[in-house]
């Protein structure tokens, strides 16, 4: 299953740092056009080996080094089609790997559910899920030949891992697999369509958030089987100020139970209720939720007695992440506003103490903690920053030591990147918008061409602080890049995000605004301004020069929306279990407002120079659709460029491709901007 590849040395910074040229040419357009090529590293649990999955002459290997001695032990590299999708230590000898794959008419890769148990020296494989598994059971329901994922590596049962497998209705059921053989026995079924779990520091499944399947709610359950109902607080939830479980094991309204769980709460689909931890100290479940507020809040709920607490909750922006400890503790948690911040809780930890003191080594950096040692004492971790794509580092407590391992994108040079700069703005209707200004690295932002960047989604989708390939690319060529968090996207409450409903033009003003406001600042001149986007950051690119062709000097769409009725029709949303309801909410059931929010219905009105780029296998935003808005454009007498590339969707995977096209974009701009 395995190519068995044997090297006697390795030099640890080998793994890593190239030199790169300083050039503003297709070179650099081809070097910011790389994925990157470091995917992950981590530590062996006696914290002796790392193991680092990479990209060696187009090919994913996965190579076991001795930290201490440098040499390599094995590398690891599937032989059938496929390659390794990412990897779990099991212990100290033994490897845990999924695998992804291409289909013939797509160059992006998919992960196969396939999972992959062997030694570090590439002996004693076992396939334990997926096509190539062996039926450890007799029970159609039961077979391991199904898609499936790691949920919890149970560290004080060895042999033995949680996995979920995949089916298509939804519910996606809990099995305990021993990787020495594949044996397989059945953990738990969820109540829950698309469920999250929570486990105690020993692997105890706890509770489990899902979709309710009728109601398409948000739904948490406890687990039974470990946190017995008696455990629970016992009498009716209705009418009591705390938040209380429901001791019963069916929901109240619903037409089945499920006697191994119990029913805790609901909420709409559309605002926050996630399951962070169980803090077995507290008896305490850990959630992020509104609990009737604009933003979301950090609580801790006590499961014995009801009570709930709000930890914290941000005055301007949703919580990001929660940091907790083994146990479940809180200790910290992140926000983005703005700049990304940290916000430190009471109580001693080591993990918050490591993760303050590299906090310091790195300042205004953000730090993603990695694999540590049992003991404790080795671990690694990523630095990254606007202005830092990602470097692995390996931390020794014991001895001090700080050792590079490896950039995430070895062909960029992270010497000369651009900043990416916070800003806010009072909208024309009084709304505070937040967005980032990425300047350009020739000349002064006054007289570089700026390039506006509305992002996808476009609900509950923002722009975060931090590197972004795409908008290096266009600051080393000259361009300032202009990316605003306009209403509808995520990040900054409720309220915020709702306002884009049946409004997907009308947010387009909060573009135009942040326009205004960086041009009388003297940062940008708004009249040397192109607007490119992909998904719907094309409709709003389309739309936009559409409304503001004094504005735009031209406009490029990346598989974007132009037929918002069409979407009732055509694509993967509209085709999914609740899709069309999610549509109307989102787009509104007036058909005749979705036409004059439509591109395809406006076209007459397209006035600027225009660029369509769309990949033949979108289902998400429909080719179809992009076509027939070219034939529309075509049929007006309009000239406009199109690049329809073939084996790819609703985003580019192919290097080439990505080269191609950015190579077509950066030409589209410079024709048209001074």
């Known amino acids: 299953m395995f190519i068995k590849i044997k090297t006697k040395i390795i030099i640890l910074a080998l793994l890593l740092f190239g030199l790169v040229g300083n050039t503003y040419s297709s070179e650099n357009i081809r070097k910011f056009s790389q994925l990157p090529d470091t995917f992950s590293i981590k530590i062996s649990p006696n914290g002796e080996m790392i193991g680092v999955l990479r990209e060696i002459n187009s090919e994913r290997m996965l190579s076991i080094i001795n930290i201490d001695t440098k040499e390599l032990i094995f590398n690891h ?60 059971s007799n029970t159609n329901k039961d077979d391991p030949k199904q898609r499936a994922t790691l949920v919890d590596l149970l560290k004080d049962e060895p042999n033995k891992i949680l996995v979920q497998f995949f089916s298509s209705d939804q519910f996606n059921r809990l099995y305990k697999i021993d990787t020495s053989n594949g044996k397989m026995e059945r953990y738990a079924t ?70 191994d769980w119990t029913f805790w709460k609901t909420g709409p689909w559309d605002e926050r209720l996630r399951l962070i931890s169980y803090d077995k100290d507290s008896k305490s479940l850990i959630t992020i939720e509104n609990q009737d507020n604009d933003l979301s809040g950090i609580y801790r709920t006590n499961l014995n007695t009801g009570s709930i607490k709000l930890i914290y909750r941000h005055e301007n922006v949703e919580v990001g992440s929660v940091l907790t400890t083994e146990d479940g503790e809180v200790y910290a948690a992140s926000f983005m506003d703005g700049f990304p911040s940290l916000v430190y809780f009471k109580g001693e930890s080591e993990e918050k103490e490591t993760l303050k003191y590299l906090k310091n080594l790195f300042p205004g950096s953000l730090i993603s903690l990695g694999d540590i040692s ?37 062909d960029i040079d992270y010497s000369n990147l651009a900043t990416m700069d916070p800003f806010s703005f009072k909208t024309k209707d009084g709304a505070i918008i937040h967005g980032y200004i990425t300047k350009s690295k020739i000349g002064k932002s006054s007289d570089s061409p700026t390039i506006v960047h509305p992002h996808g989604g476009p609900e509950g989708i923002r722009d975060f602080w931090g590197f972004d390939h795409r908008s290096q690319m266009l600051a080393s060529e000259g361009f300032n890049v202009l990316q605003i968090n306009f209403r509808g996207s995520g990040g900054y409450g409720l309220k915020h995000e709702r306002y884009i409903r049946a409004n997907w033009d009308g947010v387009l003003n909060d573009l135009f605004d942040g326009m205004e406001f960086l041009h009388k600042k003297g940062e940008i001149n708004k009249f040397n301004s192109c607007i490119y986007g992909g998904s719907y950051g094309g409709y709003a690119a389309t739309q936009a020069a559409i409304m503001r062709p004094d504005l735009f000097k031209c406009s490029v769409s990346d598989v974007g929306v132009y037929d918002l009725p069409g979407l009732f029709v055509d694509g993967d949303i509209q085709g999914s279990r609740g899709g069309k309801p999610q549509l109307a909410i989102r787009l509104g059931k007036d058909v005749e407002n979705q036409k004059r929010m439509s591109p395809h219905y406006n076209a007459e009105k397209l006035k600027v120079p225009f660029y369509i780029i769309h990949g033949k296998q979108d289902v998400r935003a429909p080719y179809k659709h992009a076509v027939k808005f070219s034939k529309k454009l075509n049929k007006l007498g309009f000239e406009h460029k199109t690049l329809f590339i073939a084996k790819e969707g609703h985003g580019y995977s192919n290097e080439q491709v990505r080269y191609e096209s950015n190579l077509e974009l950066i030409k589209f701009f410079k024709k048209h901007l001074n």
């Open 374 to 410: 049992d003991d404790k004492t080795r671990a690694t971790f990523v630095v990254s920053s606007d202005t830092n794509p990602g470097i692995f580092y390996f931390h020794d407590t014991e001895t001090g030591q700080l050792t590079p391992l490896a950039k995430l994108w070895n």
């Open 77 to 136: 590299s599937y032989v059938k089609k496929g390659e390794i999708g990412g990897f779990s230590w099991l212990s100290n000898e033994r490897l845990l790997m999924s695998k992804v794959t291409k289909f013939a008419t797509r160059n992006s890769k998919y992960p196969t559910g396939e999972l992959y148990a062997v030694n570090i020296d590439g002996k004693k494989e076992v396939i334990l899920t997926g096509r190539g598994a062996k039926r450890s």
């Open 190 to 259: 969820p109540p829950v369509k698309q469920p999250m779990y929570v486990f105690d520091s020993t692997g105890n499944l706890i509770a489990v958030r899902g979709i309710d399947p009728k109601t398409f709610n948000v739904d948490i359950y406890i687990y039974n089987k470990n946190l017995p109902v008696d455990y629970l607080v016992g009498s009716s939830c209705s009418n009591r100020s705390i938040d209380c479980v429901e001791a019963t094991a069916k929901k109240k309204g619903t037409s089945s139970s499920n006697p």
